[in-house]
């Protein structure tokens, strides 16, 4: 046989085979088995504690639960905000790493977000807007090298179903040498956005979803992080 | 084994692959709040009241219209008064006595008495301290009105002679709110004497 017809014969061979193989297994299927076949599934949610002392109320637009957004009126810089976060997995979760993505910036009196430059007329400091995280043992805080409003939260353990991380933010406030009439009636806004992905397979996981490269420890720490 | 297996089995890996590499994917999810917080302010005015009946009062404050002689004594209780939006706040105010004609050391001088001669409601939380201020003690909470600063203006008497008749004399005072949370003020005595040197007054914009 020459080689041309060889090829040709491997490659059909192939493909009639191929086409073999998944009718043999619809077939397989639809006999006497019905094989269940569950997808896990990766479900996380923040958890938000108002300051009760302070809170003014929450907003009317709110979603249920956990979502809710809280605001509080009449602060002085330098008053601490005991408000409290968390994310938790829910109970049929896989185990997951933990991201939080805070963007604090500053809005004025008409709900407009301030656009202005360090050094113009106007500026406000998002740098100002500061956050305390207790737990530095397993949350990383990492600012945005090219934005100062962003700030990253990476919690360095997996979670596992139906548990929840410590705080990533225990209290926040307005740094108490921003007490300036510039800042006067104008307020601060801080988004969440919380990330889980898979511990499976974590290292690629976690660069596939978030860019970044990381190292595990054996028992799954995440021991370093690295921008790409 | 016998070629025909051979390939059967190579193809079915073949297939195995392709359907795998087709599904690759993470496992994912996301969730997002805010919180939103508005900063206060501070925010009053510094009023005043007469007994005197001969007056015009305006918005910078109070003319008297008699001719007033040395010896004379003069109802004047200026006071401040916090906003009721305002935050609680620390007050103090500055006292100066002057005049629009052009005055030689001396007359200057004479001038000068007048404020000396104010009667200072320490009774009430007012004191003096540093750098010419008059600090009221207490905390004005919103909507508060201070204890008057003083109550009466006197005219020097012997002091003055015919160098200082038909002067038009103004008593300027200039008050300062600061924010009482987070901050403490110094203390001499149990009097409030001093706000520190790193305080930057700015008039607060409506």
Redesign the interface.
């Known amino acids: 046989m020459s080689k041309k017809k060889k090829l040709t014969l491997?490659l059909v061979?192939?493909l009639?085979?191929?086409v073999t193989?998944?009718t043999f297994a619809a077939q397989y299927t639809s006999a006497d088995h019905t094989k269940k076949v569950s997808l896990?599934?990766?479900?996380?949610?923040?958890v938000?504690t108002?300051d009760a002392s302070l809170a003014d109320a929450k907003d009317e637009e709110s979603t249920p639960s956990?979502?809710?957004?809280?605001?509080?009126?009449?602060?002085?810089?330098?008053?601490t905000?005991n408000?409290k976060?968390a994310?938790k997995t829910d109970e049929d979760?896989?185990p997951?790493y933990i991201r939080v993505t805070a963007t604090r910036y500053w809005?004025d009196k008409e709900g407009k977000k301030v656009e202005k430059a360090e050094g113009e007329e106007g500026y406000l400091d998002p740098e100002a807007i500061e956050i305390e995280t207790k737990d530095q043992e397993n949350w990383k805080v990492i600012n945005d090298e090219d934005d100062p409003e962003v700030v990253y939260f990476y919690y360095l353990l997996p979670v596992n179903s139906d548990s929840e991380t410590s705080h990533l933010m225990d209290s926040?406030k307005?740094n108490?040498k921003y007490?300036?009439?510039?800042?006067?009636?104008?307020?601060?806004?801080?988004?969440?956005?919380?990330?889980?992905?898979?511990q499976s397979?974590g290292k690629?996981?976690i660069l596939?979803?978030w860019g970044i490269n990381v190292t595990l420890d054996d028992s799954g720490k995440i021991t370093n992080i690295e921008e790409q | 084994m016998k070629k025909t297996t051979k390939k059967l089995l190579l193809a079915l890996s073949l297939a195995a692959v392709l359907s795998v590499g087709g599904t690759l994917a993470y496992f994912t999810d996301t969730d997002e709040t805010s919180n939103m917080m508005t900063i206060g302010h501070v925010d009053g005015s510094l009023e005043e009241r007469t007994n005197e009946k001969n007056v015009e009062q305006t918005e910078d404050g109070i003319t008297y219209l008699d001719k007033i002689v040395p010896g004379d004594v003069i109802s004047k209780e200026p006071y401040i008064v916090l906003d009721g939006e305002s935050q609680s706040a620390y007050a103090r105010v500055t006292i100066t006595v002057d005049s629009d004609a052009d005055l030689d050391s001396e007359q200057k001088a004479k001038l000068e008495l007048v404020k000396d001669n104010l009667d200072i409601n320490n009774a009430e939380g007012w004191y003096k301290g540093d750098k010419g201020y008059y600090y009221y003690n207490q905390i004005l909470n919103p909507g508060d009105t201070s204890k008057n600063i003083f109550t009466k203006v006197t005219i020097p008497g012997a002091q003055w002679d015919n160098t200082m008749t038909n002067l038009d004399m103004k008593i300027k005072i200039k008050g300062e709110l600061i924010q009482s949370d987070n901050f403490t003020p110094q203390l001499e005595d149990g009097h409030i004497v001093s706000w520190g040197n790193d305080i930057t007054i700015k008039e607060y914009k409506k």
Do not use: C, H, W
């Open positions: 491997l061979a192939v009639i085979v191929a193989g998944f896990n599934t990766l479900g996380i949610s923040l938000q108002a956990d979502r809710a957004k809280v605001s509080y009126k009449n602060i002085i810089p330098g008053k905000i408000e976060l994310v979760s896989q997951a809005v926040f307005i108490e007490a300036d009439n510039d800042y006067a009636d104008m307020s601060t806004r801080i988004d969440f956005f919380a990330e889980g992905v898979q397979a690629d996981a596939a979803s």
